[in-house]
Every structure is written in structure tokens, then in C-alpha cells.
């Protein structure tokens, strides 16, 4: 089974629109970690966002923000006010537990296969 | 700077000829890992090292070998390359906790003909 699954292969949005891309995970794990990663055309991977699974609060950076949904094991980003350069390919991953090392895995960082976002005029 | 160099960013090879990515870090993380990245399949972790001379498979490690001889270097070793290896690869690096982000090489694009 797919530990992080994006449902959304590709995503418009209208520049100064909000946009919300989706992630759902699967994990038996209870301390987990959520990241958000976007991959611009350039290639480099930038680090958006973080959630940890105990934070109650959802966490927030400038224009992003996660929507943590911990019992339907969702991590949602939303892009407020959407501008160009938000245009990339975006990557939900999730790492687990390092009590994971027990069973091999360390401290992995899955991913998920990405949404292509495309912000227009 | 904290970073993560990855070195070549572009690479052509031919089928069956030896090649190394080299990678460094100089933030002292423990973890390193490698991933490729294929159209439609996300990132895939090929192998990670918990600290030197810890290494471990991930989930697509047949056809690469890699080795932690010293904390900060963590080169991907392609022993015969064949043309299913054609990907983007990244190295990354982070403190070995739940909430440490993972800092990214630029990426090796390499192609094997």
C-alpha cells in the first residue's frame, strides 16, 4: 500500500486564488512527521512546511499552511493568494518514528508522487 | 553556507561503465540518503546511512552500491550502469529526528545509453 498518496497528478489555480493540494498517509505509527517539499521547474527540492503528529495546532509558514486532519490521515497544503513563481511540482513526504529502525527503514522520508501545480494570469 | 553538493548535476554514460556521484554535506547530520526521481513516481529511496559506516538498502537499491566512510561525504557508486538507471538523482542529508527537515543536493541528471 501507499504510505503517501496525491491524489492530483496536475492543479490550475488563478494567480491571487487560494489553492489546496491533497495528501492523505498511511502509517500504524503514532509520532510521525509531515513535510511539504516544492521542486520548481530549476529542479531543486525547497523545503515548505512541517507538521508533527502531536502538534495540535496546524502549522502555518507566510502563504502556506497545512490542514491536519489526523484522523483521516490527511496533510493538505494550501497556497494562499497563489503567484507565479508558486508554479512546481509539489511533494507531500512523511517520516516515521525512528522505532522504525527496529524493523529496518531508519529514519525515512517517504514521498509522494507529486502534484504539478500551474499558477495562470 | 549549509548545503549539500552533489556532484556532476549532468552526467551521460554508457551502458556497463563504472560511475560515482559524489555528495557532501557540512551541516554534521547523521542520515544521509539517496533517492531517484522517475515521471509519475515521486522519490524513491534507494539507500540511507544513519552515521558513518551505517549504510542500509531502501526501497530500489539493486544496481547501486554506496558507502559512509566520513560523516560529511556519501557518494552513490553505479557499478554497471544500465539504461533503466536514466533518472534524477538526489542526495539529502538531516539530523536523525522526527521533525528535521531534509536538505537536498541540486540533483544529478544522468542518462545511460
Known amino acids: 500500500a501507499q504510505k503517501i498518496t496525491q491524489t492530483q497528478p496536475g492543479m490550475f489555480v488563478q494567480e491571487k486564488e487560494a489553492v489546496t493540494l491533497d495528501c492523505t498517509y498511511d502509517?500504524?505509527?503514532?509520532?510521525?512527521?509531515l513535510f511539504w517539499y516544492k521542486q520548481p521547474s530549476s529542479g531543486e527540492m525547497i523545503f515548505l512546511i512541517y507538521?508533527?503528529?502531536?502538534?495540535?495546532q496546524n502549522a502555518t509558514e507566510g502563504r502556506y499552511s497545512l490542514n491536519f486532519q489526523k484522523a483521516r490521515k490527511s496533510a493538505n497544503l494550501v497556497i494562499s493568494a497563489s503567484q507565479l513563481g508558486d508554479s512546481a511540482m509539489y511533494f507531500c513526504?512523511?517520516?516515521?518514528?525512528?522505532?522504525?529502525?527496529?524493523?529496518?527503514?531508519?529514519?525515512?522520508?517517504?514521498f509522494g508522487t507529486g502534484t504539478q501545480l500551474k499558477v495562470e494570469l | 553556507e549549509a548545503q549539500v553538493t552533489q556532484n556532476p548535476r549532468y552526467l551521460i554514460t554508457v551502458t556497463g561503465k563504472k560511475l560515482t556521484v559524489t555528495c557532501s554535506q557540512n551541516m554534521n547530520h547523521e542520515y544521509m540518503s539517496w533517492y531517484r526521481q522517475d515521471p509519475g513516481l515521486g522519490l524513491r529511496q534507494i539507500y540511507y546511512?544513519?552515521?558513518?559506516?551505517?549504510?542500509d538498502k531502501g526501497d530500489v537499491p539493486e544496481g547501486y552500491k554506496v558507502s559512509r566512510k566520513e560523516k560529511r561525504n556519501f557518494p552513490l557508486i553505479l557499478e554497471s550502469p544500465s539504461p533503466n538507471q536514466t533518472s534524477l538523482y538526489f542526495c539529502a542529508s538531516s539530523f536523525n529526528m522526527l521533525h528535521s527537515e531534509a536538505f537536498f543536493g541540486q540533483g544529478t541528471r544522468l542518462t545511460v545509453v
Open positions: 513526504a512523511m517520516r516515521e518514528h525512528p522505532s522504525s529502525i527496529l524493523t529496518g527503514g531508519g529514519n525515512k522520508l517517504t
Open positions: 546511512s544513519m552515521n558513518v559506516e551505517v549504510t
Open positions: 502509517t500504524s505509527d503514532q509520532s510521525y512527521g
Open positions: 507538521q508533527g503528529s502531536y502538534d495540535e
